[in-house]
Nanobody, 125 residues
Framework: QVQLVESGGGVVQAGGSLRLSCAAS????????MGWYRQAPGKQRDVVAV???????NYADSVKGRFTISRDNAKKMVYLQMNSLKPEDTAVYYC???????????????????WGQGTQVTVSS
C-alpha cells in the first residue's frame, strides 16, 4: 500500500506561521489529488486544501489568503504553509492522497486512498 507521514505540527502563537509536510512512500505508480484535512475536538474532519497533480488547488473559505498548499511530485511530497494562524485553526491535521500503486502480490496496478496519522497544530491566543 501507500504510506503518508506528516511532520511540522506544533504550538504557535496567534499570528504565527507553521509549515506542514507530508511524505508519500510505497510502490507508487501515480499520485493524483493530495490534500490536507483537519479535525478539531468534537468536530468532524473537514477539508483544508487540495492540490491536483498539475498544481491546481482549492481551499476552504476559512483559510483562503492565509494558507498555501504546494507539492513536489519528484519527491512525492505535499506541503501546507500556514500564515496568520488563529486559535480556531487548532486541530489535528491529516494528509490525504489518492492515486495508483503496484500491488506487492502480483505487481498489477490498483487504486489507493490513504491517510496519514495526523499532526497536532495548536494556536494559542
Amino acid at each position: 500500500q501507500v504510506q503518508l507521514v506528516e511532520s511540522g505540527g506544533g504550538v504557535v502563537q496567534a499570528g504565527g506561521s507553521l509549515r506542514l509536510s507530508c511524505a508519500a512512500s510505497g510502490s507508487i505508480l501515480s499520485l493524483n489529488d493530495m490534500g490536507w484535512y483537519r479535525q478539531a475536538p468534537g468536530k468532524q474532519r473537514d477539508v483544508v486544501a487540495v492540490i491536483g497533480s498539475g498544481g491546481s488547488s482549492n481551499y476552504a473559505d476559512s483559510v483562503k489568503g492565509r494558507f498555501t498548499i504546494s507539492r513536489d511530485n519528484a519527491k512525492k511530497m505535499v506541503y501546507l504553509q500556514m500564515n496568520s494562524l488563529k486559535p480556531e485553526d487548532t486541530a489535528v491535521y491529516y494528509c490525504h492522497a489518492v492515486g495508483f500503486y503496484y500491488r506487492s502480490y502480483d505487481g498489477k496496478p490498483a487504486g489507493f486512498n490513504s491517510w496519514g496519522q495526523g499532526t497536532q497544530v495548536t494556536v494559542s491566543s
